[in-house]
């Protein structure tokens, strides 16, 4: 007896997470799932309710043959680079902060790269977090939130409530970040506000 996947043995001399105890040979935990705080590996009922972790692979190549700098993280997708300036900065700070790193702050147009983004921003907010500044405002044109490249932003990924409604918060609140109390969803707010970090893409 295994564990197998697709049918193929899991080798459990390369690579294995399990929990203490785990797993426990019991007849009836012949399934794996994750623990939600840490990862690890327990044996399970294949019969419980739980969510699904799927692995999808790129509709699209060549990709993978695109590396990043050292230090960046690759949306293997699109290709793009990442990396997440960490001081606390207003926007405008922000998006120098990313061109002189040969980016720009970071720009979101499908929903791949938005889920991609979020994870990003999961696993690199490790310390006390606002959230990220994003590439958009609607500073030049009340109401048409553009990227930085002056492109209208088309996907949009807002938190509840936002963009503001109410006249006298819409027309203060020009710059957008994502913000960490709505899982990393969209905020417009004041882009002198020192409150957020970097999020940076660069094409590698
Ligand atoms: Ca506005």
Redesign the pocket.
Known sequence: MGWSSNGSPISLATYSKWSNGQPTFSRNENCLKLRRSNMDWFSANCGSKLSAVCKRYPTHSPTSRVTCKEGLTINPESGSCYTLVKNYTDWYTAKKNCLDIGGKLATIRTSQESEFIKDFLITEMTTFPNGAWLGAS?EAT??SFVWTDGSPVTFTDWRKNH?ATSPSY??K??CVAANRYGNYTWI?TKCSVSAYRSLCQIEA
């Open positions: 609607d009340e109401g963009p819409r027309q609140f020009n417009d």
